[in-house]
């Protein structure tokens, strides 16, 4: 399965060290690990962990490289990271970013802290805060998965990036945000980049908006 990381990586356009994946395949085990006890994920099989998650997150990883390419350092930020399959993934392949995992529920956080220091990703760290009442800082990279209707996350994620950053949120159907909302906002959105995970047949999308 690491190779499957490294191909998919390749594939788009992001080179994907050994050592990174087998970061990914050491975070895949604890996910496996502490799947039911902490409710991280629904699939049947570790390899599912790989094709679905793992590989969503390169897809986000390889758009926030070629964002920030010609920056030695920049800052990211996985917005509602759930079991960190998004903001783990950007760290170990991207060790030049530091990642911030934004998450609300204590447990995720436990799990998301324990997994840090596991895998020893020293460019990770998780803030535990509920996204509208506590400023968690800008980020020259944003991204989201699965919180909800874009126009419903668009205004609690633009106040997470900084002028001239960029705001990536998964999306089914890169059109549905409301360009009033955007304006209003100082977004301005760019062609999204679209991607189709190993095994499926669908097209994906990370939505692309720069402030």
């Not at 902490?38 to 490289?65: M, Q, Y």
């Not at 906002?185 to 990370?206: M, N, S, V, W």
Request: glycine letters at 8%; hydrophobic letters at 45%; charged letters at 25%.
């Amino acid at each position: 399965m690491r190779k499957t990381l490294v191909d998919f990586a390749a594939s788009l356009g992001l080179t994907l060290s050994v050592s990174a994946a087998e970061t990914l395949a050491g975070y895949a085990d604890l996910v496996w690990e502490k799947k039911d006890f902490l409710n991280l994920t629904s699939v049947r099989g570790k390899e599912e962990i790989f094709t679905r998650h793992l590989c969503d997150g390169l897809a986000a990883a390889a758009l926030c490289g070629k964002q920030m390419r010609g920056k030695e350092n920049f800052t990211a930020a996985d917005l509602g990271a759930g079991a960190g399959y998004v903001g783990l993934t950007l760290a170990a392949a991207l060790p030049q970013a530091r990642v911030s995992l934004v998450e609300c529920l204590e447990k995720r956080c436990s799990f998301l802290n324990w997994a840090v220091l596991k895998l020893g990703l020293k460019n990770a760290e998780v803030k535990c805060l509920r996204l509208g009442q506590k400023q968690g800082g800008e980020f020259d990279f944003v991204t989201e998965r699965a919180m909800g209707k874009i126009n419903d996350i668009l205004p609690l994620a633009a106040p997470c990036v900084r002028p001239c950053g960029v705001f990536a949120p998964y999306q089914s159907d890169p059109s549905e945000a409301d360009a009033a909302l955007l304006k209003r906002l100082g977004l301005c959105a760019q062609p999204p980049r679209p991607y189709i995970l190993p095994g499926e047949t669908k097209t994906r999308y990370l939505a692309v908006f720069r402030k």
